[in-house]
């Protein structure tokens, strides 16, 4: 009777610890017959040794550098990468190419069900040390956690090293035609397909035409302390996760000067702000702004200032700012806040909802909404849905107006007079032709086709 008793005192110990460890590695060839730890040894030596072997007659093996590779093995054992990162082109084709050819798994498991699982690989380079961890919560309903058990999620939570998605971003650059004056010449050049007399510009929309990023990178000073780094280079605050990333960063300027017809030794403007900005999705971004200043400017300014304030202001409305109070006897305080929160459910059109300035015209000023007026509250659409001529010559239409195209369709050739040379016309999307132009001479960037696109 004790015998029986010991018996089942040690099947139930067996039963409950299969219940908490419920998550199965996906199993290599030579791993099936594993279980519990040693299936997780085996699984990590098999993707370790693939990586070494694939190294080890490489010269690759000896380059300075640090890789991170996140990959999933899905229901099915089919594996994908997640995202990959590291400072060298090489290295990082060299690692692509070796995972591809890792060896097929058998699907992982929670709780007998086949599910996705996700690990990320780190590669210290010259090569020699590789951990292989499983990052992630398998990608399921979680079961209930019993009472006193630890709940895993925010230990799995996955960090991404941060790649500056800003500049691939729909959030706008903040807008100046001093700052402006960097790439317009590239966004005006003959053939680009956007809209320049509609301001500001996302970093999305300039870093099509101009390698903003690449030219911020050239900037960079020399910093060795951390506090020198983020200051200059980097930004204050960075986070990148699966789907989403944020930024966080001051801001200071001191700017002084001198009016010569004026009694006042000299002019300044002295600002401190926040900026952050960030993304939820692929679909969502938003930013905002804020700044504090004290400024003393040109007496004919101040006078314009002050000529501006409304009845009972005090003292004034600064242009381009707003409303100010008075500081100290000579000098306005001036708070501004600037906001911006995008939807863009398609690449071709992003619903915007903001309270800052908008500039319609492609010189210094314009007479309809200028960079001298106050933020204000909006609500704006953009889209783009032109096909241009990315050649001059004879256009061959291909298409019939009122027709439905899918991308990637042949819309139509530009041929030169004697037709031996064609350059196509391609659909970037899928919808209804609406608009086309009949001229049979075209010219470079000229509008061609108009796609409507279908939404619901």
């Known amino acids: 009777m004790k015998k029986i008793i010991i018996l089942l005192f040690v099947f139930s110990l067996s039963y409950a610890q299969r219940d908490y460890d419920s998550t199965i590695f996906p199993k290599f060839e030579n791993c099936k017959t594993l279980n519990g730890n040693d299936?997780?040894?085996?699984?990590?030596?098999?993707?370790?040794n693939h990586f070494y072997e694939a190294f080890a007659t490489d010269s690759?093996?000896?380059?300075?550098?640090?890789?991170?590779?996140?990959?999933?093995?899905?229901?099915?054992?089919?594996?994908?990468?997640?995202?990959?990162?590291?400072?060298?082109?090489?290295?990082?084709?060299?690692?692509?190419e070796t995972f591809k050819s890792l060896p097929k798994t058998e699907a992982g498991t929670l709780e007998g069900n086949p599910n996705k699982q996700r690990f990320t690989i780190v590669l210290n380079f010259p090569l020699e040390k590789l951990v292989v961890e499983q990052k992630s919560v398998p990608q399921s309903a979680l079961k209930e956690i019993?009472?006193?058990?630890?709940?895993?999620?925010?230990?799995?939570?996955?960090?991404?090293?941060?790649?500056?998605?800003?500049?691939?971003?729909?959030?706008?650059?903040?807008?100046?035609?001093?700052?402006?004056?960097?790439?317009?010449?590239?966004?005006?050049?003959?053939?680009?397909?956007?809209?320049?007399?509609?301001?500001?510009?996302?970093?999305?929309?300039?870093?099509?035409?101009?390698?903003?990023?690449?030219?911020?990178?050239?900037?960079?000073?020399?910093?060795?302390?951390?506090?020198?780094?983020?200051?200059?280079?980097?930004?204050?605050?960075?986070?990148?996760?699966?789907?989403?990333?944020?930024?966080?960063?001051?801001?200071a300027d001191l700017s002084m000067g001198k009016d010569f017809n004026s009694a006042v030794s000299y002019t300044y403007q002295n600002t401190r702000g926040l900026r952050v900005q960030g993304?939820?999705?692929?679909?969502?971004?938003?930013?905002?702004?804020?700044?504090?200043?004290?400024g003393r400017f040109a007496d004919y300014y101040n006078q314009l200032a002050i000529s501006l304030r409304p009845a009972g202001g005090n003292p004034g409305i600064v242009p381009g700012i707003g409303i100010a109070k008075e500081f100290k006897t000579d000098a306005f305080d001036m708070?501004?806040?600037?906001?911006?929160?995008?939807y863009a459910p398609s690449k071709f059109i992003d619903l915007e909802l903001g309270y800052n300035r908008n500039f319609l015209g492609d010189g210094y000023r314009s007479l309809i909404l200028s960079d001298g007026a106050s933020p204000y509250p909006f609500v704006k659409i953009n889209k783009d849905v032109w096909i241009r001529a990315n050649s001059s010559g004879l256009f061959h239409m291909n298409a019939n107006n009122g027709a439905f195209v899918n991308e990637g369709d042949l819309l139509g050739v530009i041929c030169n007079p004697f037709g031996d040379i064609e350059h196509k016309i391609i659909s970037t999307t899928d919808g209804y032709i609406f608009g086309v132009n009949k001229q049979p001479v075209v010219n470079e960037g000229d509008a061609l086709i108009h796609i409507g696109i279908e939404m619901s």
């Not at 708070?335 to 995008?342: F, R």
Request: net charge neutral; charged share 25%.
């Open 279 to 294: 993304a939820l999705g692929k679909n969502l971004f938003f930013s905002t702004n804020i700044y504090e200043s004290q």
């Open 335 to 342: 708070p501004l806040a600037e906001a911006s929160l995008l």
């Open 146 to 251: 019993k009472a006193g058990q630890e709940h895993p999620e925010f230990e799995n939570l996955v960090y991404l090293p941060f790649e500056t998605p800003m500049y691939e971003s729909r959030i706008q650059m903040p807008f100046s035609h001093q700052n402006y004056a960097l790439f317009d010449a590239w966004l005006n050049q003959v053939g680009t397909n956007n809209h320049t007399a509609s301001k500001p510009y996302t970093y999305q929309d300039i870093q099509k035409y101009f390698d903003l990023k690449g030219h911020n990178e050239k900037l960079m000073k020399k910093a060795s302390s951390w506090l020198s780094k983020k200051w200059w280079n980097e930004n204050m605050v960075k986070i990148q996760g699966e789907g989403y990333w944020f930024t966080l960063d001051p801001i």
């Open 39 to 48: 299936l997780k040894t085996c699984f990590y030596e098999q993707v370790s």
């Open 60 to 96: 690759l093996r000896l380059v300075q550098d640090k890789v991170h590779l996140l990959f999933d093995i899905d229901e099915k054992g089919n594996k994908s990468v997640f995202h990959l990162n590291g400072t060298s082109k090489e290295i990082k084709e060299k690692v692509l």
